[in-house]
């Protein structure tokens, strides 16, 4: 389901993170949860992922989540990703 990307596919939700970084395994935990298919840049691995990340952002904080409409969401509390979640569904089922 996850796996470090190097070709990313912009129809669906891409997140930056590493495993040290708790928000980050809380958003992580957060997507598997609901059973979102998304790709996972783990910045440890994929040598430019911060790089891209902050080319985001404009931010080096993480996680960045990467939304399939070009938005996204850095450092984002349970409530903030969910609701976003909730609402890229609701857009898809249109």
């Known amino acids: 389901m996850t796996s470090p990307a190097t070709d990313l ?7 930056y993170g590493a495993e040290w970084c708790g928000d980050c395994r809380r958003s992580k935990a957060l997507l598997d949860r ?3 298919d998304y790709e996972y840049v783990d910045l440890m691995v994929v040598a430019d992922g911060a790089d891209r990340a902050k080319a985001i952002s404009g931010r080096t904080n993480i996680p ?5 409409d070009g938005t996204h969401l850095t450092e984002p509390t349970d409530s903030e990703l969910g609701a976003k979640l909730d ?3 609701e857009g898809a089922a249109a």
């Open 9 to 15: 596919n912009p129809a669906r939700i891409t997140m």
């Open 34 to 36: 609901r059973g979102v």
């Open 87 to 89: 609402a890229v569904a």
């Open 64 to 68: 960045v989540v990467v939304f399939p």
